[in-house]
């Protein structure tokens, strides 16, 4: 007789704390793809079952709840983390034990483990395109800022050293704040700002503290069709948290947004929003926790197990049609072949893409290559 038990997975995601906005539109992915997996007959029948617990933002409480799950609650998979101080808190336990971390959060780069699935975007994807976008419009000299910890230190370095390849390049300057950053914080550096006048700002804040740099900047009174934000980190549930119109003007670079006009999107966005209200405010890290658990469902479905060696190989090479589109895990380096896209905030709290690749590009975390080669040439007409 088949096996009929339920299959349980590990979710960490903070509900909690600085960084709960995204941490609960994950869980919201989360849940959303497990309720679709088991709405259409599980694996094989076999219902998935979320073992969930509110690491609270806290890296220790990452790793401490990511060794409850495995050897008490005997879970192979875990799915979670969203800053990388939290990953790298949990990498190890994950190894130590020898099971599976599926990773859905842009970060740093430079950085391989077996035990890991890497679904959010790694430098290539996203920081490699943004430096080519805003030199190219605004020009190349920078101010970077960023949030105490090791995703902006590495982020900022990475993107000054692309910046500094073009002609006329500046660093003007490069600070960072706690992760609970209020306006307060900020005043000092939009004083430095006023006075350097950079072309633009980079800025790898992240959590609650990112609603205050944007408060802070329109304070300052800057003018972001002169001297605009662009980010990594700002998505559509950070803007949600500035207050009208705060936000309209700046940049991001990130595999998906909201306004993607393709029926995937569209049909996701609706059982999101059936599900869990107009409240809910989906972004990349959102997407990103979608898809992989349709990823390790199809994979599971092949392999009949979760155990590591069992299910790897079948994750390793995947595909899935994804809302931003069809996705691949790249199975040299265990991280995904995605859509770049850049985005300017509207007056709506939105995101118009002004640029997006023509087909998905393949993960390059080492920075082996900065190659461009995969983006449309056609660039949509900036406003005034």
Known sequence: ?????????????????????????QLQGTLLAIEEINAAGGVDGREIVAMRYDPQSNPERYAHLAEKLIVQDQVNVIFGCYMSSSRKAVIPVIEKWNKLLFYPTLYEGFEYSGNVIYTGAAPNQNSVQLAEFMTTNFGSRVYLIGSDYIYPYESNRIMGELVMQRQGSEKLGERYVALNASEKDYRAIMADIRDKRPDFIFSTVVGDSTASLYRAYADAGFDPSIMPIASLTTSEAEVSQMGHGVATGHFTAAPYFQSIDSAANRRCLARLRER????????????????????FANAYRLAGSDRIGEILPHILGSEFDAPQGLVKIDPSNHHTCLYPRIGRVDARGQFTIVR?????????????????????????????
């Open 276 to 295: 869990f209200g107009d409240g809910c405010m989906p972004n990349l890290c959102w997407e990103a926790s979608y898809f992989q658990l349709h990823i």
């Open 1 to 25: 007789m088949a096996d009929k038990a339920p299959i349980s997975v590990g979710v960490l995601y903070s509900e909690t704390g600085v960084t709960s906005t995204i941490g609960t539109s």
């Open 356 to 384: 997006q690749a023509t087909r998905a590009v393949s993960p390059d975390p080492y920075l082996v290559t900065h190659s461009l080669g995969d983006w449309m040439a056609k660039l949509d007409t900036l406003q005034a």
